[in-house]
């Protein structure tokens, strides 16, 4: 087995990764991270903290202008660009933890949902489940946000994100939105695709000799299904 071990790394040589914090967001994760939270506590801290990764993920999508009527006068406004195609992809299992904030949140999103589990000695992932969405002709307007909880190795996301990228969907419009990451699944990612967004709530130390982030929370499905 390969050993995983604690890496310096300097965040600033980094492009596109963003850690997105606060104090709400410092006390929910102090709350995810506790063992002692209750099932039922821990869902609702990591709902908590999802809905402001949500608002730093979505910050590339495209707005139009159109004109509206308040009811002092007409104005004119910035929405969403309708001729764009967002794709909301969440990673089985842990990753529909995020799906129900970020469909509150983008509800014209479409939904395309990505089935892998890590085989526990190689560290890789390993699919079952790949629910294709129709998709755009012209690739340049179809958007996609990734959702992971963990971004660990980084091995199942950059899969991920191949997968997207191999749709031709470009590169720069893809984003991955983690709950904590490790810096070697950021180093990973970034290596291999670089104009790929990075958002995240935790920088954590390292992994493990298992994979597992350090402090990391534990595994994160096992906490949120009970199981």
């Known amino acids: 087995m390969q050993i995983y071990i604690n890496k310096a790394h300097i965040l600033s040589e980094i492009n596109n990764f963003k850690i997105v914090t606060n104090p709400l967001i410092e006390h929910y994760l102090s709350v995810i991270r506790d063992k002692k939270s209750s099932q039922e506590i821990f869902r609702n801290a ?12 979505s910050a590339f999508l495209p707005l139009k202008e159109k004109e509206i009527e308040t009811p002092v006068q007409k104005t004119i406004v910035k929405t969403f660009d309708e001729s764009n195609q967002v794709i909301l992809a969440p990673i089985l299992r842990a990753g529909m933890i995020f799906c129900q904030s970020a469909f509150e949140m983008l509800p014209f999103a479409n939904v395309h949902h990505i089935g892998m589990y890590r085989n526990e000695q190689t560290l890789e992932p390993v699919w079952y489940y790949d629910k294709n969405q129709p998709i755009l002709k012209d690739k340049s307007k179809v958007y996609v946000i990734i959702l992971d909880p963990m971004l660990a190795t ?7 994100i191949n997968n ?15 709950l904590i990451s490790s810096p ?25 000799t298992k994979g597992y982030i350090v402090p990391g929370l534990g595994d994160i499905g096992d906490r949120i299904y009970n199981t």
């Open 184 to 208: 070697e699944g950021v180093c990973n990612m970034h290596k291999k695709f670089p104009k790929v967004r990075i958002i995240t709530s935790a920088y954590d130390k390292g992994l493990n």
């Open 154 to 160: 980084g091995n199942s996301g950059n899969d991920a």
């Open 46 to 57: 990591v709902k908590k903290v999802s809905y402001a990764l949500i608002y730093e993920a």
């Open 164 to 178: 997207f990228i191999s749709k031709g969907i470009l590169e720069e419009n893809i984003t991955f939105m983690s």
